[in-house]
């Protein structure tokens, strides 16, 4: 198997599109066009997961966490990056890691932490825009539901959980082939044509946009087809940062700590003064999310959980709101489970297996 078969099986999923801007989602070290024989999932890459990879008879690490933020002038070994490039491409070892881009899906890494929790009626905290353009072509109206169709079946026309959504008018065309050209009505060099037209609109995700102008032209008639694309700045209520959403039944603060403590399999949970209030509104984002504060107030959570919380942020809840830091490993640990169900599901006897090693570098003396 192609390792880009198993870059395209996840970023189907999560295309890197939906990654920040500072991120660096991606192949990293690797031929894309090479042969797998065996993938292991982690969240981060280190020495010692390169190494077990070597040893399990893996050539390619799916993480998380890319191993490659910044740019690389020398590759030395002076430093752990630089040793795992090293060893890396010295045992043909393919890099890949899904990070922001997995976070940003409402199936991805905030839903799982969500689904640890049981958590219902999740929506996305903070939801993005300019992910949405909106596509508009013409075509003679016999042919047009073809077209519809054949841009439904790119991914056009999805709004939220409804799908092939369109509008349509029709109206009247005017073209006149010139010479040297091949005209699907009339003859090269004729005369004006009118054509009963209609013209389609429809919403696209960007990362579809190529994949639809693709099957735009493969089944059209017009030699030459007229299309548009509108950048929107429609926000996209299914992708975006963190998740709100509501327990079942509403806990106490010290139950639902405890309950938090257990689910994530944490050693230690740093809190702001609790508020004699119940948890029932739960917002949450993996990694560091402490830019979600506002979002998650805004949202009527009565608990924001996050990692990586900094000692004068903790005063930024004002007691309208309880922040519960879990750790960044903890809150992310479970993300291997992500890839493996994307993986399998994809490629259900193919050789996919999880990471031995804990890889967080923070310890707890307890």
């Known amino acids: 198997m192609l390792i880009r078969h198993i870059i395209q099986a996840i970023e189907a999923i999560a295309p890197p599109s939906y990654q920040e801007s500072y991120d ?11 042969e797998t024989t065996g993938i292991l999932i982690s969240l981060d890459v280190t020495e010692a997961v390169l190494d077990e990879a070597i040893r399990r008879g893996c050539n390619m690490i799916v993480s998380h966490h890319p191993l490659i933020f910044y740019g690389i002038k020398k590759i030395t070994g002076k430093n752990y990056v630089e040793r795992i490039i090293q060893k890396a491409i010295k045992h043909d070892i393919t890099l890949y890691s899904a990070h922001t881009n ?15 929790l049981g958590l219902i009626n999740t929506t996305i905290l903070d939801p993005k825009a300019n992910t949405l353009s909106k596509l508009s072509t013409y075509a003679p109206i016999h042919i047009a539901d073809k077209i519809r169709n054949a841009l439904f079946a790119a991914g056009a026309g999805q709004v939220g959980n409804y799908h092939e959504a369109s509008f349509n008018t029709t109206g009247t065309g ?21 054509v009963p037209e209609a013209k389609i609109e429809v919403l696209v995700e960007k990362h579809l946009e190529r994949t639809v102008l693709q099957a735009l032209f493969a089944n059209h008639i017009y030699e030459e087809v007229a299309y548009e694309f509108i950048p929107l700045s429609n926000i996209h209520k299914h992708i975006g940062a963190g998740i709100v959403g509501k327990l079942p039944r509403p806990m106490s603060e010290s139950d639902f700590l405890m309950f938090l403590k257990r689910q994530m399999k944490t050693d230690c949970i740093r809190h702001t003064a609790l508020r004699g209030n119940v948890i029932e509104r739960v917002a949450l984002c993996g990694g560091a999310g402490s830019f979600l ?14 990692g990586d ?10 007691g ?11 809150s992310e640990q479970f993300t291997s489970e992500i890839f493996e169900a994307i ?14 090693i804990n890889t967080n570098p923070v310890k707890y003396f307890v």
Not at 24 to 34: E, F, L, Y
Not at 177 to 194: D, L, M, S
């Open 343 to 356: 993986l399998k599901k994809k490629f259900p006897t193919f050789a996919i297996l999880l990471s031995d």
């Open 24 to 34: 660096n989602t991606g192949i990293q070290v690797g031929d894309p066009d090479g």
């Open 320 to 330: 309208k709101i309880v922040i519960a830091d879990i750790g960044h490993y903890e």
């Open 102 to 116: 997995l976070d940003n899906i409402h199936t991805g890494v905030n839903a799982k932490i969500a689904e640890k």
């Open 293 to 306: 504060l506002p979002h998650a107030i805004r949202a009527g959570a009565d608990i924001f959980i996050t």
């Open 309 to 318: 919380y900094k000692y004068h942020q903790f005063f930024d809840a004002e």
């Open 174 to 194: 005017t073209f006149r082939p010139a010479e040297g050209t091949n005209p699907a009505i009339g003859k090269a060099g004729g005369e004006r044509e009118t």
